[in-house]
């Protein structure tokens, strides 16, 4: 190690539509906060970020507009994604200003050199001394400990907030691809749409975000006691299940506002129900799976035959869909352990090899 070594953070950054995650070399992942700035309508002062900004999505007065930056996985907008960069890499080095990082930052396989400059700007601008842009797919691959640099298939898809990358990877490259401006979000959106249509009522993003993490899925099946028991393998040192209770709810109580009569109201839902509202959303998905398989190469095919997809990102969490997309395509699916953090856990594995 050099002597300049020493003033020199490695650190790795998964720049999510939904969440940002920040891995420090020899600490682990440091920052883990949603992509959302909160902003002042008059001054543009940035007056929350993270955490706290993401409180007022939906809830902010008109003085102030709480924005998520990236959209669709691009930058949206250029001025707050750098404060919002600043903010986190300034809290994952807790504020040690003097130390320049060799930052490693992902962008979905679709940007174009454009976007790859504005993302690469940033972050030199945030204070990163040199920057590398690794490709999504490739880091969620490696974060979830799929053997990316031997010479066989690994099928890996990402679904994010805004994006959907699938990605065939083999000898260390992605083979095959596609990136998908389809993913979590929509499923908000199509939550929303549905509620409003079948029973006069208007709720906020946020609700349906919620709603789908507690009643969101993708397969009927998913309820039958087999494979809940199967997701409820693992448990903590208590012997208790740390797999969300909400595995077992099939309907919960939501609240909004009556479009009639402009006030508040408040009914049952059930997991039926935001399937239904939500089946649009992942067959857009599936599709695009299946396009990029029968594109694959046929000895990557067989690999992958072999050896199944991977499924990272949040929308892996969404209750049966690896069942479905096992349905469809016929393959092994497997979730990767900790879905969420698999991006930023590759990109700190290539940060720490850099
Ligand atoms: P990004 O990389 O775009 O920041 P993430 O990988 O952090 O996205 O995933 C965020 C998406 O995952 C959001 O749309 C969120 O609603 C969704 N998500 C998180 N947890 C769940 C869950 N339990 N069920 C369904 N969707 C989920
Ligand atoms: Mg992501």
New binding site residues.
Partial sequence: MGFFDLFTQKIGI?L????TLVYVSNKGIIVNEP?VVAVNNGSNEVCAVGENAKAMLDRTPKTISAIRPLQNGVIADFEITRAMIKYFINKALNKKRFIKSNVVICVPVGVTSIERRAVEEVALDSGARKVKLVEEPMAAAIGAGLPVDEPVGNMIIDI????TEIAIISLGGIVESDSLRI???DM?VNIKDYIKLKYKMEIGLVTA?KI??IL?NASKEYYLEKNLAKNFKETDSDGESIKSKNDYIKETEIRGRDIVSGLPLHMTVTSDEIRESIMETVNSIVNAIKRVLERTPPELSADIYANGIYLT???A??KGLDIYIEKETGLKVYIAESP?QC?ALGAGKICEDM
């Fill in positions: 998964d999510g539509t939904s969440n992509s994010g907030g805004g994006t993913a979590g979000d908000d975000e789908k993490m969101g990102g949040g929308g969490l969404l969420l991006v």
